[in-house]
């Protein structure tokens, strides 16, 4: 016997019924479908259930089954007294929507920012959070700013900078640099970002009121010159940073860099916000120590979020800072949400303190060579003029400039009509773009795919 057959039957009868049927007319009972339609009593009680959560019948104890009341027609509601009441729409919100957007049917995707499910600890994860559902004291009230053990997990993997009581558990990095803006700013403030940067940074920043300010970056990360001059000359306490594999660039900040920005911000007497997104995804040689690891007198708020290199359903991230700030952001965190869950924190908990967590991270630095080395091949063979140089050591994407006089928004919708999704370089930029750039991520297809990719960009950038 087939059931999902059976089931489809159950719920086209059913329908059809209903359609024929006044509200609170009694239809068929489970008994009568089953010989009916020849299927199992749970096949036709799941027909019902998904009928009932459509609102097309309704259930009644020790009664049966009946039409739902269906709702009174009304007329086009009139929605447009919303647009004065809330006013401009928030800077960034198209943008962060396309980045997030699931790829169409057919499409290669050679854009987002999290890893294919093949590269995904499914299985661990999956393992990690059944055994964290059974355990009661998961479902209890935890600490407000996460479990201690966690924290101390987080605090560690900082570099010995921090310490468990210098951590709150978020529920994701976008989160935490949400809480970081606003607990550490206020409205007008100004806010020095990389320039390029990871737009949902500045998303959030605008979104706190802030004022983003761009300092110019190159392959080595920042430029400290410029970010001191950026410092004197708009009096910001706050600088976002990603020094290792930045996100659109892949660049890392050069280790002859970092005393220099270190020294930067501590003249300043600011706040330099450290997103080590990409802990975890370095494929050549060893990633450096995180800033905060060097940062005696607490300049360093630290951001490490686990979506990146484990999957996107794993929304759990800690950010750390010391002293005065670090109460504010552990403050800031418990108006937002009191906690994050407790099975999802101890599921967390279980994963990365298992030996197949560091046997994913293994697995996971090969698989993304394989697939960074795949993208560089089919860049080499079908537009050689657009692979980078150099070519990031860790991360998901590589940046690359295209040639003058092409519009990076126009290509990126010219590829969409070839069947492959890349992202434009434009919203990357906090002011004006020097250069038409696209994002390229090889962690979001398959390496067979690459070349089919590239072959589709190529004919974009023809009529881009």
Excluded at 121 to 140: E, K, N, T, Y
Excluded at 175 to 181: E, K, N
Excluded at 352 to 362: E, F, I, L, N, S
Excluded at 396 to 424: K, M, N, Q
Aim: hydrophobic letters at 45%; glycine letters at 10%.
């Amino acid at each position: 016997m087939n059931d999902g057959n059976a089931a489809a039957r159950v719920i086209q009868d059913l329908r059809r019924a209903a359609a024929r049927a006044g509200a609170g007319t009694r239809l068929p009972s489970v008994r009568e479908l089953t010989a009916r339609h020849q299927a199992s009593p749970v096949t036709v009680a799941e027909a019902i259930r998904r009928l009932v959560a459509e609102g097309v019948v309704e259930t009644r104890t020790g009664k049966g089954t009946f039409v739902a009341a269906r709702p009174a027609a009304a007329g086009v509601p009139d929605l447009s007294w919303q647009t004065v009441a809330l006013g401009p729409r928030p800077a960034g919100e198209s943008e962060m929507q396309a980045l997030l957007a699931l790829p169409p049917a057919g499409a290669i995707p050679l854009s987002g920012g999290y890893l294919d499910a093949d590269l995904q600890p499914v299985a661990a994860l999956g393992g990690a959070l059944a055994r964290a559902a059974r355990q009661p004291a998961s479902w209890r009230r935890g600490p407000v700013e996460g479990r201690e053990d966690l924290r101390d997990w987080f605090a560690r993997e900082a570099g010995g900078g921090l310490r468990a009581g210098d951590m709150v558990i978020c529920p994701g990095g976008q989160a935490a640099l949400s809480t970081a803006f606003r607990a550490l700013a206020a409205p007008g403030d100004t806010v020095l970002v990389e320039s390029p940067t990871y737009l949902g940074a500045m998303a959030a920043a605008r979104a706190c009121g802030l004022r983003v300010v761009p300092v110019p970056a190159d392959h080595e990360g920042v430029r400290p010159e410029h970010l001191a001059a950026a410092f004197a000359r708009t009096g910001a306490r706050l600088f976002y940073c990603q020094p290792l594999h930045a996100n659109p660039t892949g660049a890392t900040l050069a280790a002859s860099r970092r005393a220099d920005v270190a020294a930067a911000v501590h003249d300043a007497g600011a706040f330099l916000i450290e997103d080590d997104y990409a802990r975890d995804l370095t494929i050549d040689g060893e990633p450096p120590r995180p800033l905060v690891s060097d940062d005696p007198d607490g300049h360093v708020v630290y951001v490490r979020s686990l979506t990146k290199s484990a999957a996107p359903g794993l929304r759990v991230a800690a950010i750390g800072a010391r002293g005065p700030a670090g109460a504010r952001l552990r403050a800031a965190r418990l108006l937002d949400d009191f906690f994050v869950a407790g099975p999802l924190q101890q599921a967390t908990l279980e994963l990365v303190t298992a030996p197949a967590w560091a046997r994913h991270r293994r697995q996971l630095r090969t698989a993304l060579g394989t697939r960074r080395s795949a993208l560089l091949a089919a860049l080499h063979r079908h537009a050689p003029g657009l692979v980078p140089d150099p070519v990031p050591r860790g991360g998901l994407h590589v940046w690359v400039r295209l040639p003058d006089g092409l519009d990076d928004v126009a290509v990126t919708t010219a590829a969409a009509a070839e069947g492959v999704v890349v992202f434009p370089g434009r919203p990357w930029f906090a002011a004006e773009p020097p250069a038409p750039h696209l994002r390229l991520t090889y962690a979001a297809a398959p390496p067979a795919q690459m070349d089919e990719a590239l072959r589709r960009l190529a004919r974009a950038l023809g009529r881009g």
